[in-house]
């Protein structure tokens, strides 16, 4: 599994076209084989980040060279992003605790 670490600000422009684009890219991501799930952030100063889980790299890859993805990235680096930051990295391991799923215990 393949993690996306994408921390942005953006510019004082990026207003309903901006949020309108997001949720078109978020739910068009959603179709593609190998995409696991999302989560969004902002900090106090208004950086934002947004953590992606892909299944590995060629699925992230084939999100990379989408046309529609790649139109986004255009636009966001026209008006959109002061800047932005992106790190990939590989999950090495993973450990889950649920609450939900101990059971009850007296």
Known sequence: MVVILFRSKLTDVAGDDYAEMARQ???HARTFPGFIDVKAFKAEDGERLTVV???DEETLRAWSNDVRHGEAKKS???KWYEYYKIDVAEILRSKTFDRSSQG???
């Open 104 to 106: 009850s215990h007296s």
């Open 25 to 27: 890219m978020d739910a």
């Open 76 to 78: 966001g680096r026209a």
């Open 53 to 55: 889980w892909w299944q």
